[in-house]
């Protein structure tokens, strides 16, 4: 069945420091991949997102890559600060014509120390 | 907007009782998912609705669970009889199919405790 999976489960890094975060998906038709951050006791948050079209797209100091052919994409976070910290997740969604679902991967926990 | 909007935003319950959470999506949005999230088994869809009509309920965990989607603004997910195990916070988000923006819109989620 589809599958995402996410690498690490956690991650811990000094302020300033860049932190990347691995998915890997099953579902070759999967064509939309978005990223979510979500703080403690808050909802999951869309950060960045990505198509199958595209191989790479930046907002700021983040950063999403995607290689359709290895079935893998990753998020880069440059320059972390503290209000990073958080659990982020990946996702991938095959989506045509009314078909919109998303598979979670399992977190990856981000801590950055001041 | 106010976003998506879950109630109740808490509920203590005991085994055995009946469950009843609820959800308006954006107004708008035609799709609506509901998901489970737990620290043993992360984020999982349970069901989601286009257009009011169920679309996938794979993940709906066994017969105690239900959903109704009746009208485009309200939607409900039901639990009878609750367990222990039901004990998680559950996540309504919704998204528009029609305009090709595929970006998903988390409510605040409502922690059950069933006691």
């Known amino acids: 069945g589809e599958n995402v999976e996410q690498h690490p489960s956690t991650l811990s890094v000094q302020e300033g420091d860049s932190a990347v975060i691995k998915c890997t998906y099953s579902?070759?038709?999967?064509?939309?991949f978005p990223w979510y951050k979500q703080e403690l006791g808050k909802r999951p948050q869309l950060i960045i997102d990505?198509?199958?079209?595209?191989g790479e797209k930046k907002d700021q100091r983040i950063a999403v890559t995607l290689n359709k052919t290895a079935k893998h994409f990753s998020l880069h976070i440059t320059e972390t600060q503290p209000e990073d910290s958080a659990v982020y997740f990946c996702?991938?969604?095959?989506?045509?014509?009314?078909?919109?679902?998303?598979?979670f991967g399992a977190g990856t926990r981000l801590a950055v120390h001041p | 907007d106010a976003g998506v909007i879950q109630s109740p935003r808490h509920e203590v319950t005991e085994m055995g009782q009946e469950v009843t959470l609820r959800c308006k999506p954006i107004?708008?949005?035609?799709?609506l998912f509901w998901y489970r999230q737990t620290m043993m088994r992360g984020l999982e869809l349970l069901i989601y609705?286009?257009?009011?009509?169920?679309?996938?309920d794979s993940g709906m965990p066994e017969d105690r669970f239900s959903a109704k989607m009746p009208n485009a603004s309200f939607s409900t997910l039901k639990i009878q009889p609750s367990e222990p195990r039901d004990s998680a916070v559950y996540f309504c988000?919704?998204?528009?199919?029609?305009?090709?923006?595929?970006?998903?819109?988390f409510g605040p989620g409502t922690r059950l405790t069933v006691t």
């Open positions: 988000a919704s998204s528009s199919t029609g305009t090709g923006a595929y970006e998903q819109y």
């Open positions: 579902d070759s038709a999967s064509n939309y």
């Open positions: 990505i198509r199958s079209n595209v």
């Open positions: 996702a991938a969604g095959a989506f045509s014509g009314g078909y919109n679902k998303l598979i």
């Open positions: 107004s708008g949005h035609n799709s």
């Open positions: 609705f286009n257009n009011n009509v169920p679309i996938d």
